[in-house]
C-alpha cells in the first residue's frame, strides 16, 4: 500500500513492523536458517486481505470507491517494480545461462508479468521443495501471482455484497473462508494447495473479516504478545510435530490476531513491532522480498552454493543495497501520482510491457539458445526447443514387439532413467546385435507378458521387489539399472574459469547416495550400480566427459556425450550382454 493511501486509511506502523518479521522470516529460510521461515509468506497474504478489505469496504461506505482507481492503485504498488527486478533478472541470466535455465527465466518473466507464475509453477516444476528451486530467480513470484488474482476479484465480490446488502459481508466472507480452508484438508496433491489461489483464499478472506468486523476485546488486546510469541516462533522453530495442514491456518489465525484493530502504546509487541528499525525494514518489504531470491539463484548459479558467513553477509548487503535503491528509485515516485501521473505510469508499463513479453517468449521459443554451447553441442543455428527432451522421449519408437531374428532380446521397463540406459546400450559398438525393446508402463501394456517370455536380459529402472513381483518378471533374466545424479545445477561449473574447467566434479543431489547404497543391498549382484562407476572417494561425479561434454544438462538425464560416456564405463558389461545367446 503507497504512502498516501496508508495515511488516507490511518497508518499503522504495527502492520509494517508484521511485513518485516514475514519477509525476514523468508529470506532467513531460503538462507537455510528458519524452518518454518516460509510461513512469512502466509502473513503477507492475511495482511493483504486486512489492508485491501478496509480500503474497499471504507470507500463503499462514503461512495468513492472505484474499480478504475482501485486497479490503478493496485499496478502502481506493483508493476513497475515487478517489471524492473524482472527485466534486470533476465538480463542477468542472458549473461551466462545455460539454455535450459534460462528458457525456464523467460518463461517465468513472462508468467511474472502475467500474474501467472504461480500457475506456471504447477503446471511444470509442482515441487516447491525441489532443491532445484533454489536456483530459479524468479520462484519466488508465485506469491505475486496469487495476490493479483485474489486483487482482480476480490473487489468485483465486494462491490456485489455492497449492492445486494452489507449485512452479507461478514457471513459470506466467513463462508468463503471456511470453504477454502477445507479445500486444504482434502486428500489432493500438495502442489494444488501451495499453488492454486482457491486453497490461499482463507488466508486473504481471514484478514477481510478482520477488517469488516472491527471490534476487539481487551481480552485479544491484551493476548497480542501471545500472539506475535506464537507466530515468531512458528516462523523460527515450527515443531516437527505440528503438520503443514495445521500449522498454515494456525499462522494466519495469529497474524489476524495481530492485526484487529492497533496495539495500546506500551505494550511489549507494540515496541517490537513498532521499533523505527522494523518499520524501515517493512516499508521496503516488497523489495526485499523481491531481490532476495534473484540475489540468491544467482549466487548459487554463478559463483558458490555454499553459503558460508561471508557470502551470508555480502548477500544480505547486496539485497539490502538493491532494496532501498529500488524503493527510493522505483517503489515511491511511482506510487506518487504528483511525481508520476496516471498516463506516464501506464505508458511506461506498456513500454517495457512491450520490449520485455516478446523478448522472454522469442528466448522461450528458441529453447534458450542465445549463444553457442560446445559443452552441450548445441549452436545457435540448431536452436529449438526440447533438444534433450527430444532425445530422452525418442526411445519410446522403441515401445514394439521383437523382431523373429537372431539378434539378443532386450527388455527395458520404467521411466526415463530407463530410456537413459536404453542410450548407454544405444551408445555401445555391440548396439547392431541387441533388438531393443522399451516399455514405460508395464502394467497397461498388453504385449507385456509376450516381451518378458521372449527377452534374453530384462532391465527395470529403480525397481521395487513388489513391482517385480507383481510383474512377474524372472529373477534369472532381471537386471535393476540404478539411480544417478550430476549435482543440483550445471550452472556454477559452467560459469567457472580455471584450468581444471573440463575436470570440475561434483557432489550428488542430498539423499542419491544413500538411496543408491540401500538399491545395492536389496539387489546385490542384480544391480546395475551407474554411481559406483562414477564416483570418487570424496563422494563426487564428473560433470563433464573426457572430451570436456556435458554428462548431463539437468544433472538427471544423459545427454548423447553423457550416454556415450556411461557406455564406455559398462563396455565390458555391454559386450558380454551382446554375446548372451552365443554363450548358450
Known amino acids: 500500500m503507497d504512502r498516501q493511501t496508508a495515511v488516507r486509511h490511518n497508518y499503522r506502523p504495527d502492520i509494517d513492523g508484521l511485513r518485516a518479521v514475514a519477509v525476514i522470516a523468508v529470506i532467513a529460510f531460503h538462507l537455510g536458517f528458519l524452518p518454518g521461515g516460509y510461513f512469512g509468506v502466509d502473513v503477507f497474504f492475511v495482511i493483504s486481505g486486512y489492508l485491501i478489505t478496509g480500503i474497499i469496504t471504507e470507500e463503499l461506505a462514503k461512495g468513492t470507491f472505484s474499480l478504475r482507481d482501485f486497479y490503478l492503485r493496485r499496478i502502481r504498488r506493483i508493476i513497475p517494480l515487478t517489471l524492473f527486478v524482472s527485466t534486470l533478472?533476465?538480463?542477468?541470466?542472458?549473461?551466462g545461462m545455460l539454455p535450459d535455465d534460462l528458457e525456464n527465466l523467460a518463461?517465468?518473466?513472462f508468467a511474472t508479468n502475467a500474474f501467472a507464475n504461480n500457475v506456471l509453477q504447477a503446471i511444470t516444476t509442482k515441487d516447491y521443495w525441489d532443491v532445484v528451486n533454489e536456483y530459479k530467480p524468479l520462484m519466488h513470484t508465485w506469491s505475486l501471482g496469487i495476490e493479483e488474482q485474489y486483487y482482480f476479484i476480490y473487489p468485483l465480490l465486494m462491490l456485489g455484497l455492497f449492492?445486494?446488502?452489507?449485512?452479507?459481508?461478514?457471513?459470506?466472507?466467513?463462508?468463503?473462508s471456511v470453504a477454502s480452508l477445507a479445500l486444504n484438508q482434502l486428500p489432493i496433491q500438495a502442489f494444488f494447495m501451495f499453488y492454486w489461489m482457491p486453497f490461499r483464499f482463507y488466508e486473504l478472506a481471514l484478514g477481510g473479516l478482520v477488517a469488516v468486523a472491527q471490534r476487539q476485546?481487551?481480552?485479544?488486546?491484551?493476548?497480542?504478545p501471545v500472539f506475535l510469541a506464537g507466530l515468531v516462533a512458528l516462523l523460527s522453530i515450527r515443531p516437527q510435530w505440528l503438520d503443514t495442514r495445521l500449522a498454515q491456518p494456525l499462522g494466519v489465525v495469529l497474524t489476524a490476531g495481530l492485526l484487529a484493530r492497533g496495539m495500546h502504546r506500551g505494550t511489549l509487541a507494540e515496541?517490537?513491532?513498532?521499533?523505527?528499525?522494523v518499520v524501515g525494514i517493512g516499508l521496503i518489504s516488497f523489495s526485499l522480498y523481491m531481490w532476495h531470491q534473484p540475489v540468491l539463484a544467482f549466487t548459487r548459479y554463478y559463483l558458490t552454493d555454499v553459503f558460508t558467513a561471508p557470502v551470508v553477509a555480502a548477500m544480505c548487503l547486496v539485497i539490502f543495497g538493491l532494496s532501498v535503491g529500488s524503493y527510493f528509485l522505483v517503489e515511491k515516485p511511482f506510487r506518487n501520482r504528483q511525481r508520476i501521473g496516471t498516463r506516464k505510469l501506464l505508458m511506461s508499463a506498456a513500454g517495457v510491457y512491450a520490449v520485455l513479453m516478446p523478448?522472454?517468449?522469442?528466448?522461450?521459443?528458441?529453447?534458450?539458445?542465445?549463444?553457442?554451447?560446445?559443452?552441450?553441442?548445441?549452436?545457435?543455428?540448431?536452436?529449438?526447443?526440447g533438444i534433450h527432451a527430444r532425445y530422452n522421449h525418442a526411445v519410446h519408437q522403441f515401445d514394439r514387439p521383437f523382431a523373429e531374428d537372431g539378434r539378443v532380446k532386450v527388455l527395458v521397463i520404467g521411466n526415463s532413467f530407463a530410456r537413459d540406459w536404453v542410450n548407454v546400450l544405444l551408445a555401445a559398438p555391440q548396439a547392431p546385435r541387441m533388438d531393443i525393446s522399451y516399455v514405460e508402463e508395464p502394467f497397461s501394456n498388453p504385449d507385456m507378458a509376450r516381451r518378458v517370455a521372449q527377452a534374453d536380459r530384462i532391465y527395470v529402472s529403480e525397481a521395487k521387489k513388489g513391482t517385480v513381483e507383481a510383474l512377474n518378471l524372472p529373477l534369472s533374466k532381471l537386471r535393476v539399472v540404478g539411480t544417478k545424479s550430476f549435482g543440483v545445477s550445471n550452472g556454477r561449473f559452467y560459469n567457472h574459469r580455471g584450468s581444471d574447467y573440463c575436470a570440475q566434479r561434483t557432489l550428488m543431489k542430498p539423499g542419491v547416495l544413500l538411496a543408491n547404497a540401500q538399491a545395492r543391498e536389496v539387489w546385490d549382484a542384480d544391480y546395475v550400480d551407474i554411481i559406483a562407476r562414477l564416483v570418487d572417494a570424496n563422494g563426487k561425479v564428473p560433470v563433464f566427459t573426457p572430451d570436456c561434454l556435458f554428462i548431463s544438462q539437468d544433472t538427471r538425464h544423459l545427454t548423447p556425450a553423457g550416454a556415450g560416456y556411461v557406455s564406455q564405463l559398462f563396455e565390458p558389461d555391454i559386450r558380454l550382454l551382446a554375446a548372451l545367446r552365443e554363450s548358450r
Open 89 to 95: 533478472t533476465l538480463l542477468v541470466g542472458m549473461v
Open 217 to 224: 476485546p481487551v481480552a485479544l488486546q491484551m493476548l497480542k
Open 271 to 277: 515496541r517490537l513491532l513498532q521499533n523505527r528499525i
Open 107 to 109: 518463461q517465468s518473466v
Open 163 to 176: 449492492k445486494a446488502g452489507r449485512k452479507y459481508t461478514l457471513p459470506v466472507l466467513l463462508l468463503l
Open 359 to 385: 523478448l522472454s517468449f522469442l528466448i522461450h521459443w528458441q529453447g534458450g539458445v542465445i549463444r553457442d554451447v560446445p559443452e552441450l553441442q548445441i549452436t545457435k543455428k540448431n536452436a529449438t526447443r
